[in-house]
């Protein structure tokens, strides 16, 4: 029998492609992406970050955790671990576009700014996932979902990039979030948060409903992946100096340099 994250992926290929593959993460890596377009993307990626942590933590207050000796060996220990882990990672991102921004000088248009509705609709997505009255598994199937079609469409950004760019002519997307997103780190972490959802659903009957409560949850982070992508296709302006804002380097409090955080969180 297929596991959970595998009938997932494969039960709709169609707006799985549509979520991943957004004209906006080709211009993102092609240098025409329209400026005020990844400004604006940014700004609510931002907030993103901070319903997410909020998700985390009520993942982790519902977690029966054990108190034997043995806990670190136990599923749900597992999954505490796993989000920690997606904690620090969110930390680091946020710490990665508020320095990029405030060096790039659109700290303003980033940080000053409220949820748009794609946002918003991540907001209520986190929020019903993780739900008292819904099995837990809803929860984990949607921090799956959402960082595994980040990572596709991180990847696929990565594909459309110009391998043979000096770095010096490189803009702030090819130099510092395209290889951050798509970093080798970042997947091994969807890898673990999608092993542990097939763990916990392994017991679960296909077309019963908790599945189809995993299904529905599937359904709706493709809708809101794809709606979280700015539409590129209208008449704003190219992005401008975008080279020569890239040159700048982020120097982060432990010494780090903006092109050098590890993974990525969505």
Same mark, same amino acid.
């Given at each position: 029998?297929?596991?959970?994250? #595998?009938?997932?992926?494969?039960?709709?290929?169609?707006?799985?492609?549509?979520?991943?593959?957004?004209?906006? +993460?080709?211009?993102? &890596? @092609?240098?025409?992406?329209?400026?005020? #377009?990844?400004?604006?993307?940014?700004?609510?990626?931002?907030?993103?970050?901070?319903?997410? *942590?909020?998700?985390?933590?009520?993942?982790?207050?519902?977690?029966?955790?054990?108190? !034997?000796?043995?806990?670190?060996?136990? +599923?749900?220990?597992?999954?505490?671990?796993?989000?920690?882990?997606?904690?620090?990672?969110?930390?680091?991102?946020?710490? +990665?576009?508020?320095?990029?921004?405030?060096?790039?000088?659109?700290?303003?248009? *980033?940080?000053?700014?409220?949820?748009?509705?794609? %946002?918003?609709?991540? @907001?209520?997505?986190? *929020?019903?996932?993780?739900?008292?009255?819904?099995?837990?598994?809803?929860?984990?199937?949607?921090?799956?979902?959402?960082?595994?079609?980040?990572?596709?469409?991180?990847?696929?950004? &990565? %594909?459309?990039?110009?391998?043979? +760019?000096?770095?010096?002519?490189?803009?702030?997307?090819?130099?510092? =979030?395209?290889?951050?997103?798509?970093?080798?780190? =970042?997947?091994? =972490?969807?890898?673990?948060?999608?092993?542990? *959802?097939?763990?916990?659903?392994?017991?679960?009957?296909?077309?019963?409903?908790?599945?189809?409560?995993?299904?529905?949850?599937?359904? @709706?982070?493709?809708?809101?992946?794809?709606?979280?992508?700015?539409?590129?296709?209208?008449?704003?302006?190219?992005?401008?100096?975008?080279?020569?804002?890239?040159?700048?380097?982020?120097? =982060?409090?432990?010494?780090?340099?903006?092109? #050098?955080?590890?993974? !990525? #969180?969505?």
């Amino acid at each position: 029998m297929p596991s959970l994250t #595998s009938s997932l992926i494969h039960s709709l290929p169609i707006p799985l492609l549509t979520a991943t593959q957004h004209p906006f +993460l080709t211009a993102a &890596a @092609q240098s025409t992406l329209p400026l005020p #377009s990844l400004i604006a993307w940014l700004a609510q990626d931002r907030l993103y970050l901070l319903a997410y *942590v909020n998700f985390i933590g009520t993942i982790l207050s519902r977690l029966p955790l054990s108190g !034997g000796a043995d806990r670190e060996q136990s +599923l749900e220990w597992r999954v505490a671990e796993v989000c920690i882990d997606a904690l620090e990672m969110a930390k680091r991102e946020l710490r +990665l576009i508020e320095e990029t921004a405030r060096a790039e000088g659109w700290e303003g248009d *980033v940080v000053d700014v409220r949820a748009g509705k794609e %946002t918003r609709a991540y @907001q209520d997505l986190f *929020v019903g996932a993780a739900a008292p009255n819904r099995p837990l598994i809803v929860a984990l199937v949607a921090l799956w979902g959402t960082e595994e079609c980040y990572l596709r469409s991180w990847k696929y950004a &990565a %594909t459309k990039m110009d391998l043979s +760019l000096k770095a010096k002519d490189k803009d702030v997307m090819q130099r510092v =979030f395209i290889p951050n997103w798509s970093s080798g780190e =970042f997947e091994a =972490f969807v890898r673990r948060v999608g092993g542990l *959802v097939n763990k916990f659903g392994a017991g679960i009957e296909e077309g019963g409903w908790e599945w189809e409560e995993c299904e529905e949850v599937w359904r @709706q982070v493709l809708w809101a992946e794809k709606a979280f992508w700015p539409d590129v296709g209208g008449d704003e302006e190219p992005k401008k100096d975008s080279k020569k804002k890239a040159n700048k380097e982020v120097t =982060f409090g432990d010494g780090s340099k903006n092109g #050098s955080a590890d993974g !990525g #969180s969505k």
